[in-house]
């Protein structure tokens, strides 16, 4: 992939990345570094540990009582990463918009598949909509790469059963649907950070199936869902040169077609994870504001 398609303020951060993403032994080895890797718990934040999740919980300095709260689920490709990866977002979020923001520390695949990682995901926002805090009626989901795979699964969960009603679902760069894996005519690409050989690697590990396997489901990967009305409005980011950038389109198009309203943030020349590995680029500070806005007009004071 040639320089100039990177945009303008990742290019030098670009140099430096690896481009593929994740095996089995580097994901081995990625997980016995987490422990060692893991934030230290800042103020503000406290840790509630329910039976096999632990949620972190960004409380603001100016809480509403019952208020606006919003649950975001990392990233990793279904395999890695832990809630405390994602503390300077959550805080933004819970410092600009007076929200408060619980990340979920879910269980991982391959030693727990889908629907594990789903459902405890789910188990936490059922407990976040039952605390005295929340505003039932202004809960979002979101959530980064596979995070916003499990939050846009989360979203058609949550519909179907009928007991929580998210106003937004904030999915950025999500990895939704198993099938572009199968594509070879991508598979020489450069891209930064998660290709198509590590694609395929967390679709496997998260299903325990072949990707494009029938057996996958539309919860899995949301993508495959035949019905997506009714599901919660939606904000997708995506940057042109990210693996996902195809198949986040064409979801985004299938939420409108289904009268779910949808805004799209298209960054021309990001790659995946631009956000994370250039945090302080004007390219990264102007998609925070974009997820902030959707944010707030989805999360308003009373």
């Known amino acids: ?26 994901a081995a080895f990625a997980r016995t570094l987490q422990p060692i890797l893991m934030r230290r718990t800042p103020p503000g934040v406290s840790i509630v540990r329910l039976d096999h999740i632990s949620i972190r919980l960004h409380t603001p300095a100016e809480q509403q009582t019952p208020g606006p709260v919003f649950l975001w689920i990392h990233g990793g490709g279904y395999v890695l990463g832990t809630a405390s990866q994602d503390d300077p977002l959550c805080a933004q979020v819970a410092r600009n918009l007076g929200v408060t923001v619980a990340a979920v520390d879910y269980r991982l695949a391959p030693r727990f598949p889908y629907p594990i990682p789903l459902e405890d995901c789910y188990d936490a926002l059922a407990w976040l909509a039952a605390q005295p805090f929340t505003d039932p009626s202004r809960i979002a989901i979101g959530g980064a790469s596979a995070g916003g795979g499990l939050a846009a699964g989360l979203a058609l969960l949550a519909r179907d059963r009928a007991a929580i009603t998210p106003v937004l679902q904030l999915l950025a760069y999500p990895m939704i649907d198993d099938r572009t894996a199968m594509r070879r005519d991508i598979d020489q690409r450069g891209f930064r950070l998660w290709n198509n050989r590590a694609n395929a690697y967390g679709w496997r590990c998260y299903t325990g199936l072949e990707p494009g396997d029938d057996q996958i489901d539309g919860y899995a990967a949301a993508a495959r ?10 904000w997708i980011g ?65």
């Open 238 to 302: 995506i940057g042109t040169q990210d693996l996902f950038h195809d198949e986040n389109l064409a979801y985004a198009e299938r939420l409108r077609a289904a009268g779910v309203k949808c805004e799209l943030e298209v960054v021309p020349g990001a790659f995946h994870g631009f956000d994370a590995v250039a945090p302080k680029a004007p390219v990264t500070r102007q998609f925070r504001i974009s997820q902030l806005d959707a944010l707030r007009a989805a999360l308003p004071p009373v």
């Open 1 to 26: 992939m040639a320089a100039e398609e990177i945009h303008p303020d990742l290019q030098r951060a670009a140099r430096f990345l690896p481009r593929g993403g994740i095996g089995p032994r580097s």
């Open 225 to 234: 869902h035949h019905d997506l009305a009714g599901v919660a409005p939606a």
